[in-house]
């Protein structure tokens, strides 16, 4: 049964918690028999700050499930969903789930509070559980050079963003949704924050939708 369905593909995005993001949807999934890939595109050590290197290390998880010759449904979340987007644009996939992307954010002082918070403690010294300025430079130059994939992927294309996303705006789902020229789907979750994968509110009602996107349901 499980060589049935697709494998699910993941890509996660910017924060200390990497792939860990997906454990909760991937808990969802692999109950119900999907073959759930996760990986760590990058480390939170500030030498991992390369964004070319983040990039190829999707690359290469992906070519791996590739070469299963099983159908691939691509799942990214926040900036992932911008590399997901990359990714789609030039592999053949079944096809694309992107939860909150990144392709555009808050304003530059609303971004810096939350780049402050993730990089420094209250003292102001850099936390060694934190991402540094680094990462969050690398962040930038992945939306900068990966967002206008969206205009180049041809397979279906579902958006989930909640409402109240203290991070990514709503518009960046719905100006990516503008630019998709095929097959596509947005839902708007309500009064859902960022995390909503993973923040015990909305995660069950964003799991049913994303099993209904894998399946092709929505149309």
């Known amino acids: ?3 049935r369905k697709p494998i699910i593909f993941t890509v996660h995005g910017f924060g200390k918690n990497l792939s860990h993001e997906f454990d909760p949807l991937a808990k969802y999934l692999k109950k119900r028999r999907y073959e759930v890939i996760q990986f760590d595109m990058f480390s939170v050590e500030d030498s991992d700050v390369n964004y070319l290197d983040w990039i190829k290390k999707a ?4 070519q791996i499930q590739l070469k299963k010759k099983r159908p691939i449904v691509i ?5 992932g969903g911008v590399i997901a987007s990359y990714l789609a644009s030039i592999y053949r996939v079944q096809s694309l789930i992107l939860c909150a992307p990144a392709f555009q954010y808050f304003d530059i002082p609303n971004m810096t509070a939350q780049g402050i918070k993730m990089i420094k403690n209250s003292s102001g010294k850099q936390s060694s559980s934190s991402l540094s300025k680094n ?6 130059e992945v939306v900068s050079h990966y967002k206008s994939s969206i205009q180049h992927v ?6 989930i963003h909640g409402t109240s996303d203290d991070v990514i705006p709503v518009d960046s789902s719905r100006n990516a949704y503008r630019l998709v020229q095929g097959q596509k789907r947005m839902i708007l979750l309500e009064d859902a924050r960022h995390k909503f994968l993973y923040d015990g509110q909305m995660e069950q009602t964003a799991f049913v939708l994303i099993e209904e996107m894998i399946k092709g349901n929505i149309k």
């Open 1 to 3: 049964m499980l060589g």
């Open 59 to 62: 690359e290469q998880e992906l």
């Open 75 to 79: 799942i990214g979340f926040s900036m």
């Open 135 to 140: 990462h969050y430079i690398a962040f930038t």
């Open 154 to 159: 041809d397979c279906p294309v579902y958006f």
